[in-house]
Each structure stands twice: as C-alpha cells, then as structure tokens.
C-alpha cells in the first residue's frame, strides 16, 4: 500500500459507455496528477490539481474528465473513449505543486477500451 | 526543453551481478531535481532517491548507489549484487519550473531490468 489509492486496478469498456477512476490519498498532500502509462512511450502527464484548482491541462482530450473535489480525492470521467487510450492511468500526489519532493504513486488502473 | 533519455530499454543480467542504469538529461534551469522511481510487476511507480542540483556528491543506500555528474549530465544508478526482486522498469525523472513556475516532471521511457536467477 502507497498512500494512494486507485480503483478499480482493471477496467475493461466498451467505446460508448461512460466510467470514472478514483484516486485517494490521506498524506496530507495538497497536489494530484493523473499520469497516462502507454506502451513503449514516456508516462504522459494529464491533468495537475494544486489545492482543489486545475492548473494544468496538458492538451488532453474531452472525452476525459477531471474533477478534484477536495485535496484528497481526484476522479477521471471517461466517456466515449478509443481503443488507443488503453493503457495503464496512475494517480499520484505530491505535498503541493512548488514543492520537489517527489511524487507517491497509486498502482494504477488498467484500462482496455473495447 | 526539458527532456530525459534512457537509452537502455531493457537489460538483463544474472543475479549477483552489477548493473548500471544510464540517465542523461537536459534542462535550462540552474536549480532542479532529479529521481529515480521503481515500477515493479505490479503497477505503481515506487520512489527512490531525490537529487538536487547543487548537491554532486554520490549516494549509497544498501545495493543501490546513485553517481550524479553534472558536466555530462547524467545520473545513473548502479545496483549491486542484483536480486531477482530488483527486476522491474526503473525511470529517471527530472523536475524543474515550467514558464508559469509551477514544478514540471519530465520521465524518462525507462530501462526494463530483468535479473534472472
């Protein structure tokens, strides 16, 4: 166990359903991310939330939706996904944004889209 | 631009053997951080060191040393006497500010180790 917590750890879905991740960390930590984890490429940062607020989006497309209700919690909404965003989607939270202490991890969800 | 290659894609080696995985980066910025992250089989992306730029001296934790070189700009990492659990993707991170201030990591595509018994 990490610190944070990811479910589910698989998900399997078709092009048309809608699904959400979940993130959860109890660290005290004020910033989230969701990383994406692609085959054979970088880990691609997604989304960073610092104290609740988006402060980067990086050229994601619509069809994933953040939300960060409190510092603690971080969804990602999908909906009408392509089997190309199959891929490993990680969570990960840091004491706050402007800090360098390096980041804890979720284990992940597996995501296959169908 | 900020950017971190890891040149090795993947490695294997036999237990008890030495290994040394490569990473070089590039940044603009005179103060940033670098790390090392372990993701074993099972997913997550487990932390193991923090280096900052102004601090050049090598570390040793148990098997695993980290020998950081600023002229050449790289930080590599070196495991002694492997262990089959040290088999996992291993990723260089660099991080520093981005035009709006805010930290911005920058991973490497990582080194797949396997230590085979």
């Known amino acids: 166990e990490t610190g944070v917590t990811q479910t589910p750890r698989h998900l399997v879905m078709g092009m048309t359903n809608k699904k959400s991740l979940k993130c959860e960390q109890h660290?005290?930590?004020?910033?989230m991310y969701w990383y994406k984890q692609s085959a054979k490429k970088p880990l691609e940062l997604m989304f960073v939330?610092?104290?609740?607020?988006?402060?980067e989006n990086n050229s994601v497309p619509s069809r994933f939706s953040p939300e960060c209700p409190n510092s603690s919690h971080l969804f990602l909404h999908l909906h009408t996904l392509q089997p190309e965003d199959s891929a490993l989607y990680l969570c990960?939270?840091?004491?706050?944004?402007?800090?360098?202490?390096?980041?804890?991890f979720g284990s992940g969800t597996r995501l296959t889209v169908v | 631009a900020q950017k971190v290659t890891q040149a090795q894609t993947e490695i294997s080696v036999v237990e008890k053997e030495d290994v040394t995985l490569d990473c070089v980066y590039e940044?603009?910025?005179?103060?940033?951080?670098l790390f090392w992250y372990k993701q074993p089989p099972s997913g997550e992306l487990v932390f193991l060191i923090r280096?900052?730029?102004?601090?050049?001296q090598n570390e040793i934790s148990g098997r695993y040393s980290w020998n950081f070189q600023k002229s050449t700009s790289s930080f590599n990492f070196t495991i002694t006497a492997s262990q089959v659990v040290d088999s996992a993707v291993y990723f260089c991170?660099?991080?520093?500010?981005?035009?709006?201030?805010?930290?911005?990591?920058?991973f490497g595509t990582g080194t797949k180790l396997q230590v085979i018994p």
């Open positions: 990960a939270s840091s004491q706050g944004q402007q800090t360098n202490y390096g980041y804890t």
């Open positions: 660290l005290g930590h004020n910033a």
């Open positions: 939330y610092n104290f609740k607020e988006q402060t």
């Open positions: 940044t603009r910025d005179t103060t940033y951080y």
């Open positions: 280096r900052n730029s102004f601090d050049e």
């Open positions: 991170a660099l991080s520093d500010r981005n035009s709006g201030g805010y930290q911005k990591v920058t």
